[in-house]
Each structure stands twice: as C-alpha cells, then as structure tokens.
T-cell receptor, first 114, second 109 residues
Framework: ETGVTQTPRHLVMGMTNKKSLKCEQHLGHNAMYWYKQSAKKPLELMFVYNFKEQTENNSVPSRFSPECPNSSHLFLHLHTLQPEDSALYLC?????????????FGSGTRLTVV | RKEVEQDPGPFNVPEGATVAFNCTYSNSASQSFFWYRQDCRKEPKLLMSVYSSGNEDGRFTAQLNRASQYISLLIRDSKLSDSATYLCVVNFGNEKLTFGTGTRLTIIP
C-alpha cells in the first residue's frame, strides 16, 4: 500500500485527446515530482514542485502541463501527445525538496498514445 | 559519460547464492545515495540508503566508495522474491534524485 495515489492506472488516448493524470499524497510531504519511465531508459525527471511552487521544468515539451494546487495534489495535463510519449508516468513525493531522504512513488499511470 | 551508470544485466543467479552489483556516478560532490527496487510493472520502492560507513539490512549490504565514485549492493542467501530490477539513485545536491537504468536480477530455483 502506498501513501502516494495515482489515477488512472492505465490510459489510452488518441493524439488529439486531452486528458489529465492525478497524483495525491497523504504523507505530509512538501515536494512532489513527475517522472517518465520508458523501456530500457532511466527514469527521466519532468517537473519538481516544492511547497506547491514549480522549481524545475526539465525541458519538457509544452504538450505536458503540470498543475499543483496544494502540497498534496499534483496533476499532469496532456494534450496533442505523440506515440513516443507512451510510457509509465510516475509521481513521487519527499519530505525534503533535496530528496535527501529518498522518494515515495505512486503506482504510476501506464499511458499509451495511439 | 552517464551521470549514474549500472550494468543492466540480466544477472541470473541460483537461489541461495550471493550476488553483488556496482554503480558508478559522475559527480564527486554527490550528497546522498540509495538503492531502489522495482518489480515488473510496479513503482520503484526504496530498498536502502547508502551511508559512508556502509550499512547492512538483513541479507543486504550497501557500500559507498567516494574516492572511486561507486556504490555497491550485496545480496546474500538470495531468495526467489529478490528477483527484480535494482536501481542505483544519487542525489547530486540539486533538489532531485538521478536514477540509473537499473540492473535486472533473476533468482533461479
């Protein structure tokens, strides 16, 4: 059981669709992250939020748009995606924005773009 | 050079054997180090932090060598349930963790 909950678990969307991924953490953490995991590649950091302020955008295309309304919730809005965006999208949170104590991950959303 | 580099494996090891993985990192100013475990189609989970003095948790031992910029993970008396991908993770002191590609381990009955 994880303190970080992601929905949906699976998502199939067309290239013209708009969808959103949701992440919620119940751990009282101050920092939240979006990572992308593609086959045979390391986890790629996308966005970092610290106290609901975005502190890093790792050169992510604008078709991915994050939103952090409060320290417990994080969204990733998706529009006009490409097939190469198909991947596992992982949300994580940590007590320290430096990540010094590690992260807690959600179960991920497996996204397929058709 | 990759920031965090691991041998992707796969390592196929008989049950009960001892197996060790190494991971090298590129930045000598790195501040904290971790091993994560990721099961197939699941999220990564923290296995253990790696301390300068080395640390042990049951059958698992982690070591850090700052001079040579590598960390290691040793698994003794391996179990079938140890089959997973082991991710080397480094905090370079820049408010994020950097992950290696992972080493895939399969324990064979």
């Amino acid at each position: 059981e994880t303190g970080v909950t992601q929905t949906p678990r699976h998502l199939v969307m067309g290239m013209t669709n708009k969808k959103s991924l949701k992440c919620e953490q119940h751990l009282g953490h101050n920092a939240m992250y979006w990572y992308k995991q593609s086959a045979k590649k390391p986890l790629e950091l996308m966005f970092v939020y610290n106290f609901k302020e975005q502190t890093e955008n790792n050169s992510v295309p604008s078709r991915f748009s994050p939103e952090c309304p409060n320290s417990s919730h994080l969204f990733l809005h998706l529009h006009t995606l490409q097939p190469e965006d198909s991947a596992l999208y992982l949300c994580a949170s940590s007590t320290s924005p430096s990540g010094a104590y590690g992260y807690t991950f959600g179960s991920g959303t497996r996204l397929t773009v058709v | 050079r990759k920031e965090v580099e691991q041998d992707p494996g796969p390592f196929n090891v008989p049950e009960g054997a001892t197996v060790a993985f190494n991971c090298t990192y590129s930045n000598s100013a790195s501040q904290s180090f971790f091993w994560y475990r990721q099961d197939c189609r699941k999220e990564p989970k923290l296995l253990m932090s790696v301390y300068s003095s080395g640390n042990e948790d049951g059958r698992f031992t982690a070591q850090l060598n700052r001079a040579s910029q590598y960390i290691s993970l040793l698994i003794r008396d391996s179990k079938l349930s140890d089959s997973a991908t082991y991710l080397c993770v480094v905090n370079f002191g820049n408010e994020k963790l950097t992950f290696g590609t992972g080493t895939r381990l399969t324990i064979i009955p």
